[in-house]
């Protein structure tokens, strides 16, 4: 006798006394047949504020079809995006990483609320896919994540451009390389459909990374928007969630702490965002597995950097998928030991399984590097600490030359007055920009600063001036950067007791990021200072009082940690 696959939706769908529940299901086009089937949720992003989403829906029903032509009884629900490329360098920004967890309690209240026995979760936008992921991890019921699939690089003069290339000609043009009317071609040309920002940046980054983790079908995460592919990726993510109630295969069963090390290392070999830290710490809190920040340094140390791919190399997420995938380079990173292959998968098939069927990087490919011959022979993105960032502090260091800078402090309370002061040319080679109260709490939402990093590289101080913050960097940051400096200045982290012309210090070969104080002079400033008032009122005054440290994925269910004592002797 068939197990009967209605683990949760068995609740209301028999029994005289559930008539008036089923009844409104009736309503949206059920029958006593559906009542029989297991129900599957389709959680989708869809839609018109970014084009990262707007073709999410078509996906959404290819889902639906897929769930439902496998014997499941599907159902559509929607949940909310922010367009990060919009909110760029605006007070909308801090409305950004907030939505992740604002995504993964909202697909959690309709998966739970409607007692959904399973369901699909569709991503596209940067926190779109770790808020589907930490709801999936929560749940703990089977479930496929697909991301919608990245943009096609836009194209001016023959040159491939992409929204950085926006971004950064802001700062040619202040630069005076290039004209009013070559900076509106780049707008004009740089997004060209639907679709995620194409280089190597958060959303590609936490692509790769699902699909190492196990949670997302072979090949989907390269596999571009507007493709048959990515079609196909969301009817059959529909019908593998019915083989999993089948199987009965939980997130849980997937996301173990060898998975987690599987996704970092593809992170590091890809050279991905700085943001996988931040995202992936917080989709192992979800899932209960213990992850930190020594584990991405102690996998840094191991992994080596082989794809050419922007922010720092020339190639986008549409040419790794033409040179033979994501799956791809996996297959080959397993095959030089440094995956986990006995790890579990939504296929119900374990990640050696699923690459035996990959086909191998194609011949001649330009994106990917051998193993032996590779950019770096460690991963870009290093975890510093030191007497400015006890808790730890993240830099991002693929293409760069530079790999230690000592200079005078140049501090700023806020985004908007940095920008200016780098536009006005108040910012010189050699200095080092700091820009806090922008933490998770201080900001709130710990917005990205992709403008100003930007504006920099586009006046060519990318490498000679270093760029210090307590908030973020978009994936499509590159530089002397350096986020996530915990504790931040709004819970007195030492952060916020740097004055100009303070000696700082940056050297990612040391793992090093130090202020020439003793800890006397940070205990005696430290005296002196008091934080500045928070919100009031609103979702971003909820989050400042509900968010956890940076260094703890910024998550917003760590009740445990009620407040942060800061060393200021390390």
Known sequence: MARDLRI?????SEGERKAPNRAMLRAVGFTDEDFLKPMIGIASTWSEVTPCNIHINDLAFKAKEGAREAGGAPLVFNTITVSDGISMGTDGMRYS????????DSIETVVGGESLDGFVAIGGCDKNMPGCMMAIARMNLPAVFVY???IKPGNLKGKDIDIVSAFEGVGQYNKGSIDRDELHQIECHACPGSGSCGGM????????????????????SSNPAETPEKQQDCYVAGSAVYKLLEKDIRPRDILTKKAFENAITVVMALGGSTNAVLHLMAIAHAAEVDLSLE??????????????????????MQDLFEAGGVSAVMKMLLEEGFLHGDCLTVTGNTLAENLQEVKDLKEGQKVIYPVSQPLKEKGPLVVLKGNLAPNGAVAKVSGLKVKSLTGPAKVFNDEESATEAVISGRIQAGDVLIIRYEGPRGGPGMPEMLSISAILV????????ALLTDGRFSGGTHGLVVGHIAPEAQV???IAFIEDGDIVTIDSEKQELSVALSPGQLAERKRLWSPPPLLKRGTLAKYSRQVSCASKGAVTDLFEEVSEEVPLNV
């Open 8 to 12: 949760k939706s068995k609740v209301f």
């Open 97 to 104: 990483l907030p939505s992740r967890d604002l995504i993964a």
């Open 148 to 150: 919608g699939g990245t």
């Open 201 to 220: 940046y958060t959303a590609n980054t936490m692509a790769s990374a699902i699909e190492a983790l196990g949670m997302s079908l072979p090949g989907s």
């Open 295 to 316: 584990d991405f340094n102690r996998l840094q140390k191991k992994v080596p950097h082989i794809a050419d791919l922007k922010p720092s190399g020339k190639f986008v």
């Open 458 to 465: 586009g006046k060519g101080l990318g490498e000679s001036v």
């Open 492 to 494: 007195g982290g030492p």
